[in-house]
Structure formats: C-alpha cells, structure tokens
C-alpha cells in the first residue's frame, strides 16, 4: 500500500487566498484524522471522520477552516480566507479504528506557508 | 524538514546506549497512551501503545512504562542507534474516543 497520500507537499500563497489541501487516506481505514503542527503549539487535531462522517470537528479553529469527505478515499481541508497564523504543516491520517486505536498513520504533510 | 520546535527538551545520548524519554499527562481519566517518532520532514510514526491496565509494555528494543500513580509515562530504547534520532511524542486518548491528544515531544539526538 502506498501509505496516506497528501498534496499538495507545499503551498506557498498570499493572506486572503483560499488555500485547499487533500489527502488520500489507506484504502481500507474507517477513520480519518486532520492534524496541524506549529512549533508554537505542537500537533494538534483539527477534526476527524468516522466512515466519511465528521464525528469531532471541536478542534476547527474557526469559521475559515471546513473539511469535508465526499467518499472513503478522499478528503480535503479548506482555509478560506487563509492568514499568516495559519501557516504549518497539516497532516492527515487514517487508521483502521479497530483494537489498536491509537496506532494512525500519517501522511508526509502539507506544508502551508500564508505571506 | 519542518522544525518541529525549537524549544523542544533534548536527550543526547551515545550509540548504543540505552535511552529513556519521560512524558506526563494530566487527565487521569485516560486509559491509553501511544508512543510515536517523527523524523524530520516526515509523519508522526507509531512506535508502540499500552492500556492503563498494564504497567509495562515491551516491543522490540523498545518498551513502555506506565506509572499511573504519578501520571507518568515513560518510553526505554534500548541499544540506541543513530536511525532512532527523532522526536518522540507521547499521546493519550483523554475519554476513550479515537481523538490522541499528543503531548510537546522530546529530541533525541545520538552521538556516534
């Protein structure tokens, strides 16, 4: 299996642009988690899916900030407008949400700079 | 890669030495706890778990302890290798749902 796929693997834009970041998750994992890692605040999850539904979204910071599941093998986190402070790197991760719930599997990131 | 944090605790150790990196948490409610390892540029990495009904967890060169006493909980590599320089998260799930809660992280660098 290829792993969790995520794109774009860098974004540079400028504040007040709408920014999208995708991620393909492990073909087969129920769950879908959405991560955002600053230096400031360490990684901290954003919202997560269970079977394309979103069952916790408390960590969204605010309005700017959607995510959305069409199907199990897709799913993308949108900032619009984006702002400096919101650059970071986000991940996205998949699991299977069987024994092991805690074991997740991260893709490589998107790393999302706001000028 | 991204830095994950400038201000991150730091353990330098020798190759081959053992290696201990400590993490507390504050819910006493949560009832499993994750080690992971994350290189640079790269995802956070599941290295091994444990369930608040065990104190001790072992895998390989690898095992976890944890004092639920003093909310600690601690991760031991044995035979440290330069591969195992990283940062090394603990995370916990505070009600039981699927939601990780992952603690600052800790650098381990190994000097060869």
């Known amino acids: 299996d290829a792993g969790v796929i995520q794109s774009p693997r860098h974004e540079v834009t400028e504040m007040g642009q709408e920014v999208t970041l995708r991620c393909k998750p492990i073909?087969?994992?129920?769950?879908l988690f959405w991560y955002r890692q600053t230096m400031m605040r360490g990684l901290e999850l954003l919202i997560y899916?269970?079977?394309?539904?979103?069952?916790?979204d408390s960590g969204m910071p605010e309005d700017r900030f959607s995510a959305k599941m069409p199907n199990a093998s897709f799913s993308t986190l949108k900032i619009q407008p984006s702002e400096p402070r919101d650059s970071a790197v986000y991940f996205c991760a998949s699991s299977t949400g069987t024994e092991n719930t805690g074991e997740l599997f991260f893709g490589e990131g998107s790393r999302l700079t706001v000028l | 890669g991204e830095s994950v944090g400038l201000h991150l605790p730091t353990l330098s150790v020798q190759e081959g030495d053992n290696s201990i990196i400590n993490c507390a948490y504050s819910n006493s409610a949560s009832d499993y706890f994750i080690w992971y390892k994350q290189e640079s540029g790269k995802g956070p990495q599941f290295i091994i778990d444990?369930?608040?009904?065990?104190d001790k967890r072992q895998g390989q060169r690898v095992t976890v302890l944890l004092n639920k006493t003093v909310k600690h909980l601690s991760l031991q590599i044995a035979a440290t290798q330069p591969g195992d320089s990283a940062v090394y998260f603990c995370?916990?799930?505070?009600?039981?749902?699927?939601?990780?809660?992952f603690g600052s992280g800790t650098r381990l660098l190994v000097r060869p």
């Open positions: 899916f269970n079977n394309n539904v979103p069952i916790d």
């Open positions: 995370a916990e799930t505070p009600d039981s749902s699927y939601k990780l809660i």
């Open positions: 444990i369930r608040s009904n065990m």
């Open positions: 073909s087969g994992h129920d769950y």
